[in-house]
T-cell receptor
Framework: GAVVSQHPSWVICKSGTSVKIECRSL??????MFWYRQFPKQSLMLMAT?????????EQGVEKDKFLINHASLTLSTLTVTSAHPEDSSFYIC??????????????FGDGTRLSIL | AQRVTQPEKLLSVFKGAPVELKCNYS??????LFWYVQYSRQRLQLLLR??SRESIKGFTADLNKGETSFHLKKPFAQEEDSAMYYC??????????FGAGTRLFVKA
């Protein structure tokens, strides 16, 4: 159980394109989803926390207009990288946490999306 | 400031040897700590969490509030333990902060 599916797994696109990444919890309701960015050989950096039905909370230094997050349902959150540029190339990972009383709920991670902007 | 420190980027041990992956944290509140593991070409997955006080795949980790540490230990390393290990701290807002990770390499 507790499977998180992330799509696409790899996307290559031209500079200036907007790219949407989906994160779905397949067998549980994810009240909270997290979006991370991972640079090569570095740790995961939290970008934002999204709660179903409300605006995402962005970490300091993360442009909310650049990285649009939507969490419209309990099983789906999307991250849209708007007008992507080569410096946005990275590995993006989502995770989901679910259930009431989230204090004891671990995070379940997707496989990640490798974004390459040419 | 909230911070997780994993001082070793790479740890190499022989099969059957004890292994300890170090993790120190900085957090003013009551910490909730986790160890996550990422095997080659697989997604990140939870290994264990301090509130469970469990042993998973022979690994244990004890929260030491005095030393602000949550080191991961296993008495006899196996080749299949080779992976990337991340220590993580979850704060009161359910935000999780990850350490830089330690790559464990278990040699035959």
């Amino acid at each position: 159980g507790a499977v998180v599916s992330q799509h696409p797994s790899w996307v290559i696109c031209k500079s200036g394109t907007s790219v949407k990444i989906e994160c779905r919890s397949l067998d549980f309701q994810a009240t909270t989803m997290f979006w991370y960015r991972q640079f090569p050989k570095q740790s995961l950096m939290l970008m934002a926390t999204s709660n179903e039905g409300s605006k995402a909370t962005y970490e300091q230094g993360v442009e909310k207009d650049k990285f649009l997050i939507n969490h419209a349902s309990l099983t789906l959150s999307t991250l849209t990288v708007t007008s992507a540029h080569p410096e946005d190339s990275s590995f993006y990972i989502c995770s989901a946490s679910g259930g009431g009383g989230q204090a004891n709920q671990p995070q379940h991670f997707g496989d990640g999306t490798r974004l390459s902007i040419l | 400031a909230q911070r997780v420190t994993q001082p070793e980027k790479l740890l190499s041990v022989f099969k059957g040897a004890p292994v300890e992956l170090k993790c120190n944290y900085s957090y003013s509140g009551s910490p909730e700590l986790f160890w996550y593991v990422q095997y080659s070409r697989q997604r990140l997955q939870l290994l264990l969490r301090h509130i469970s006080r469990e042993s998973i795949k022979g690994f244990t980790a004890d929260l030491n509030k005095g030393e602000t540490s949550f080191h991961l230990k296993k008495p006899f390393a196996q080749e299949e333990d080779s992976a990337m290990y991340y220590c993580a701290l979850r704060t009161g807002g359910f935000k999780t902060i990850f350490g830089a990770g330690t790559r464990l390499f278990v040699k035959a």
